[in-house]
């Protein structure tokens, strides 16, 4: 996969933290923050998911009267 350069700004804490983290897990900065993005990307994702399995269960009767009960076995 092709990296691409990006540049951020933080506080002294904050790289210092990113540095120690960095350092007791073995991994460089770089690494350590693309893993930080790669696993709260897939929170995301997956938070997603389980929103709107809530909303359809929910909402199931709804959908049913509105398009019949003949679609409701259809998942």
Do not use: C, P, W
């Not at 804490?13 to 709260?40: F, H, K, M, P, W």
């Not at 990307?41 to 398009?67: C, L, N, P």
């Amino acid at each position: 996969m092709a990296k691409t350069q990006l540049n951020v700004r933080v506080d002294e804490a904050t790289a210092e933290a990113a540095r120690e983290r960095a350092l007791q897990r073995g991994v460089s900065v770089n690494r350590y923050i693309e893993e930080l993005v790669r696993q709260d990307a897939g929170e995301v994702g997956h938070t997603f998911v389980e929103s709107a399995a809530d909303f359809m269960k929910q909402y199931e009767t709804v959908f049913a009267e509105e398009f019949g009960a003949e679609r409701e076995g259809r998942r």
